[in-house]
């Protein structure tokens, strides 16, 4: 099998540009910018593997969390994973799978945590 190296970003986000920026060696990762490729449930259902939750690969800062009032609404996990599913920026990002790793969000220790694993 394969090893997979997968990077799911958003384009028109410069934390997730500056990061890509920062870590330079990525020609070996398939690219996929989740607004114009949404992610489908089977990629959604790899991450979790990795993750154990919905809930850990879902963006609390998202601009729709607030405007729906979700942050004021207890969530399920079945609700977590619809709302990936129904709207790209309910995504946190960006995710990096390298192999067998998963690197998650966008705080700074990202760009160290990626390149233990590159």
């Known amino acids: 099998m394969t090893p997979t190296r997968k990077i799911y970003y958003l384009s028109s986000c410069d ?7 920062e870590l330079r060696v990525l020609e070996d990762f398939t690219f996929q910018d989740v607004k114009e490729e949404p992610i489908c449930e089977t990629d959604l259902e790899t991450l979790k593997n990795f993750t154990g939750k919905y809930e850990l690969l879902f963006n609390k800062r998202a601009k729709l969390y607030k405007e729906r009032q979700l942050n004021e ?46």
Not at 15 to 21: A, G, N, P, V
Not at 77 to 93: A, M, V
Not at 102 to 116: P, S
Request: net charge positive.
């Open 15 to 21: 934390t997730c540009q500056r990061i890509l920026h």
């Open 73 to 118: 609404k207890e969530l399920s996990e079945s609700d977590y994973k619809n709302l990936i599913l129904e709207h790209y920026t309910f995504l946190k990002r960006p995710i990096l799978v390298i192999d067998d790793h998963l690197v998650l969000g966008n705080a700074t220790k990202i760009i160290k945590e990626t390149r233990k694993h590159l």
